[in-house]
């Protein structure tokens, strides 16, 4: 069964900073194309960061909105995804979500985790 399980998010003040996990079970991180989204009150959910599965060279890419302040990165044999966030501005409040989506036999299906908040206030 795929599992995707969030680490708690938090309160932090502007300019801070703040690291989500994501564990994986049920499946290897490094086969998936793993990727972070947030969903801010009122607004639709975002991409946030994603990065390709290890076989297609597990390159990132970033929002224009986080480029140079948020990383994506995987720990294959904690089986874990991260998002360290640097900089952190109100606008980056919302709730974060990871995403796993890879191949089941002839099926290519994503599994979302439960969500977490991030609170940037002064």
């Known amino acids: 069964q795929v599992q995707l399980v969030e680490s708690e998010g938090g309160s932090v003040q502007p300019g801070g900073s703040l690291r989500l996990s994501c564990a994986a079970s049920?499946?290897?991180?490094?086969?998936?194309?793993m990727s972070w989204y947030r969903q801010a009150p009122g607004k639709e959910r975002e991409l946030v960061a994603m990065m390709s599965r290890a076989g297609a060279g597990g390159s990132t890419n970033y929002a224009d909105s986080v480029k140079g302040r948020f990383t994506i990165s995987r720990d294959n044999a904690k089986n874990t995804l991260y998002l360290q966030m640097n900089s952190l501005k109100p606008e980056d409040t919302a709730i974060y979500y990871c995403q796993a989506a890879f191949s089941e036999g002839i099926r290519w299906n994503s599994y979302w985790g439960q969500g977490t908040q991030v609170t940037v206030s002064s």
């Open positions: 049920g499946f290897t991180v490094s086969i998936a194309a």
